[in-house]
C-alpha cells in the first residue's frame, strides 16, 4: 500500500501543512456581479470596466467576431480589431509599433525570451513581478539580479559583460507602487548599448500625459533602444497585453516569440473593449490626473491616522502589516466592515514584509476614501500604528 510519501502527489499535503504554519493559505473568493463592497483591491485604476463605452466595445465586438479568436494569431486568430488596437495604442504611447497577446503575463515572456538569446546578460530588478522573472528564467540569456532601483548596480553589472544586453524593470513597481529611475536607467543602457525593456503595467493609464505611461513619462517611447510591455487589464479594463517598440523589434517577436505564436489571440471581445477604453481615455486625460490624486490622498489619509503607508508614484498604496498572519486578519475584519483591500504576503513580496495593497481608481468620491481610511484604522492590529499614533 502506497504511503504519503511514495502515491503520486503524497508531498502536496506536507507543502500544504507548511503554508497553513506560516499563515500562507490563498483562497479563491467568487465576486458577485453586485457586490456591496467599496473596492480598493482591484486594478481597475480609470473605473473604466464597467463604463457603459467599454461594456459595449466589448458587446459590439462578440456580435462581429463571436466570443473567441478562434486561433493563434498568425493562423486565423488575428482580426481587423486587433490590428486598429494595436495601431492606436502604439499612437497613444508614442511608440512605432505594437503587438498584442492574449495576457500581460504573456506580453512578458513573449519579450524577455525573445530578446535575450544566448550569450546575452539580463539585468533584472530584484523587485520585478512574477511575469519578468518567469522570463527571465526561460531565456536562453544569463540573468544578474541587482538591488532594487539601483542604476549604479546596473552599471556595475553590465561593465562585467562583453556582448548583447537588456535590462529589465517594471516601471511601477506593484507592490509599493514606487518608481523605478527610467531616466537614469536609460543613460546607463546607453553607455554600455544595451537595451532597456520596462513593464508598465501600473503606468499606463495612471502617469505620463494623459495616461501615456512612464516611458512617455520619461521621454523614452519611441527610442530605438526601448521596449516596453503593457496590460489592458488595469487602467483599460479589459484583458489582454501589448508590447510597444520600434518595428523591427515587434517584427523579431512575431517570428520568434513562443509565448505569442504558440497562444490563441486575444478574444475580440477584450480586444473591443481595450480599444474603446483607450478612445475614452484620449477624450478624457483627466482620468490619469484624478487617479493619481486620489492615491496621494489616501496616503495622507493614512499618515493621518497614524499607519505606515509608502508614498505612492502612481495609484497603488501599500500600508505595512506587523506579519503574514496579520495582514489576513486584517484584510479579513476590512472584508466584514465592508472594505475590499489587497493583501500581499511572502512569496508576493520580495521583502518579505506583508501589506495591505490599496489601489487608488479615478471614480472614487473623497468621501469613499475618507470611509475606506475610517475601516481600515478602525479593524487595524496594534503592531501597525507608528510609535505615538
Known sequence: MATTSTRAFGWLDAARRTREAAGLVRTLRPRPADS????????????????PEVVEGAAGAARVWGGGATGSRLVTGTTELHSRLERELAEFCGFEAALVLSSGYAANLAAVTALAPHGTLIVSDAANHASLIDGCRLARGATEVVPHADPAAVRKALATHDGPAVVVSDTV????????????LAAVCRASAAGLLVD?????????????????????????????????????????????????????????????????????????AALAALRLLRREPHRADR????????????????????????????????????????AARCRAAGLAV?????PS?????????????????????????????????????????
Open 291 to 330: 487617479a493619481r490624486e486620489v492615491a496621494s490622498t489616501l496616503h495622507r489619509l493614512l499618515g493621518a491616522a497614524g499607519l505606515t503607508a509608502v508614498r505612492p508614484d502612481a495609484a497603488v498604496v501599500s500600508v505595512r502589516a506587523p506579519s503574514p498572519e496579520e495582514a489576513v486578519r486584517w
Open 173 to 184: 513597481f506593484s507592490v509599493d507602487g514606487d518608481r523605478a529611475p527610467l531616466e537614469q
Open 36 to 51: 456591496p463592497l467599496l473596492d480598493l483591491a482591484s486594478n481597475d485604476y480609470l473605473g473604466l470596466a464597467r463604463h
Open 342 to 346: 489587497g493583501c500581499f504576503r511572502p
Open 200 to 272: 508598465d503595467a501600473h503606468g499606463l493609464g495612471v502617469l505620463g500625459s494623459g495616461g501615456r505611461g512612464a516611458p512617455y513619462a520619461a521621454g523614452l517611447s519611441g527610442a530605438p533602444d526601448t521596449v516596453a510591455t503593457v496590460t489592458l487589464s488595469k487602467s483599460f479594463g479589459s484583458q489582454g497585453g501589448a508590447v510597444l517598440g520600434p518595428a523591427h523589434v515587434i517584427d523579431h517577436l512575431v517570428n520568434t516569440a513562443r509565448a505569442f505564436i504558440f497562444d490563441t489571440g486575444l478574444a475580440p471581445t477584450a480586444a473591443g
Open 349 to 389: 513580496v520580495p521583502d518579505g514584509i506583508s501589506r495591505l495593497r490599496l489601489t487608488a481608481r479615478a471614480d472614487l468620491t473623497d468621501a469613499q476614501l475618507g470611509e475606506a481610511v475610517g475601516v481600515i484604522s478602525r479593524v487595524a492590529p496594534d503592531g501597525a500604528f507608528t510609535e505615538g499614533s
